[in-house]
């Protein structure tokens, strides 16, 4: 197996190429996308999920299915852009716009922090089903201990890719027992998948934006930066890579809409308090109760990890002293958002501006990334992106910038 070695990023932002591009090391490249999709499989992915398919039943199958296609399309984009250019998301950015990168990086961070705090409160919520003597505060603060337990090992980045892939794996499988105890109506569910009875766009954008939106579709790429994996002879890694990383995300999501739809379809209403823990007890009974709490668990302590990892190496960018030190900056990020659970509470306000910048988030920098293509300064002058994805990602960018700017309209005038 291909030996990882992690590089330090000197001060210009650019990371120098690797020697053993052309091998695959699997470990490395499924680590980053398994760390890319637990990422996105958080309390939110498992809500949104139940609720969206009580909402349009079957018809979610079309939704789930276009999602997919736009989440790949720019997911695509952004990780062949950064893994060429060598460079960080930010950089990027801040060579198009000198001080462009640092607010996307100031903006990224804020959102990685305030959903950390609700990541770290699924954690307690889920230990608290599984033990209730535990308060969700106490499971919490455990929670946070082990993710910090993670960095604070000698070789943190090969443990958080076996931990991110052992978690994943763990929550499909958990998620397909789910499933196997209910009955859902598959062949309904794949008819509508390409004629829906009812369409949401709104669920469209809600579910690309939970997906690759944020600090999310940078978690894979940023773990591949900083493992060396860079340069055009890395391209097969980064395709394979980000599209593993949609499929992952996209299976659980699957698994959990069929779970779902094999519950409703039996006449049940969800608990409209708690969704998904509804949906695992109808299917399964107090086992599927128990099991819903170590799916959360699970879903939020890999999403705690993605975003505090994703978050920090934003923040590098803005002092090398960050760089030197990211692993005791991704600790304090860790310990900030569990001290702010544990002691203030879901800071709402925060929570919900924080949701409106990360809207923005993915047209802005899909589109930067889609700039910075066509720049030979920074992706040099043998690499030609596809004209074809390109167009897509174009595509998806202004119909996600429209989307954005409609919920922030609404949100303050609707």
């Not at 070789?155 to 794996?169: L, N, P, S």
């Not at 006449?267 to 695992?280: H, K, Q, R, Y």
């Not at 109760?289 to 879903?299: C, H, I, R």
């Not at 501006?353 to 910075?372: D, E, R």
């Amino acid at each position: 197996m291909t030996t990882e070695k992690v590089i330090q990023q000197p001060a210009s932002g650019s990371i120098p190429q690797q020697p053993a591009q052309g091998r695959f090391n699997w470990s490395l490249i499924m680590g980053a996308a398994f760390l890319m999709a637990t990422s996105a499989v958080g309390p939110g992915f498992l809500t949104q999920t139940t609720v969206f398919t009580q909402t349009l039943g079957a018809s979610f199958a079309f939704v789930i299915l276009v999602s997919i296609i736009l989440d790949i399309g720019a997911q695509l984009n952004i990780w062949r852009v950064i893994v060429i250019s060598r460079k960080r998301a930010q950089d990027i950015a801040n060579d198009l716009l000198p001080g462009l990168g640092f607010a996307i990086a100031g903006t990224v961070a804020l959102g990685g922090l305030a959903f950390n705090i609700g990541n770290l409160g699924g954690a307690g919520m889920g230990m608290n089903v599984l033990f209730p003597g535990i308060t969700p505060v106490a499971g919490a603060a455990i929670s946070a201990v082990v993710a910090i337990t993670i960095f604070l090992l000698k070789d943190a980045g090969k443990v958080m890719d076996r931990f991110t892939i052992v978690m994943g794996g763990s929550l499909i499988a958990m998620t397909l027992y789910v499933l196997f105890s209910t009955s859902p109506p598959v062949g309904e569910a794949l008819y509508r998948s390409v004629w829906p009875e009812k369409l949401n766009v709104l669920a469209i954008v809600t579910l690309v934006g939970g997906t690759v939106g944020g600090y999310i579709t940078f978690a894979g790429a940023h773990r591949l930066i900083d493992a060396g994996v860079t340069g055009k002879e890395a391209l097969p890694q980064v395709n394979r890579g980000s599209i593993s990383a949609i499929s992952l995300a996209s299976v659980v999501r699957v698994i959990l809409f069929l779970a779902a739809l094999g519950v409703i379809s039996t006449g049940v209403i969800l608990d409209p308090e708690n969704p998904p823990a509804s949906m695992f007890q109808h299917a399964a009974g107090n086992i599927g109760y128990k099991l819903f709490g170590l799916v959360l668990w699970t879903a939020a302590i890999t999403s705690v990890i993605g975003a505090a990892y994703t978050s920090v190496s934003f923040l590098k960018t803005l002092h090398p002293f960050i760089e030197r030190h990211s692993r005791a900056f991704i600790i304090g990020f860790i310990l900030a958002s569990s001290l702010i659970f544990c002691f203030i509470g879901r800071p709402v306000t925060l929570l919900i501006v924080a949701g409106a910048l990360n809207g923005f988030i993915l047209p802005v920098t899909l589109g930067i990334m889609l700039i910075a293509a066509r720049k030979a300064s920074i992706v040099g002058e043998d690499y030609k992106h596809p004209v074809w994805l390109s167009v897509f990602g174009w595509f998806i960018t202004v119909m996600m910038a429209a989307m954005s700017l409609y919920t922030l309209y609404t949100m303050l005038f609707g």
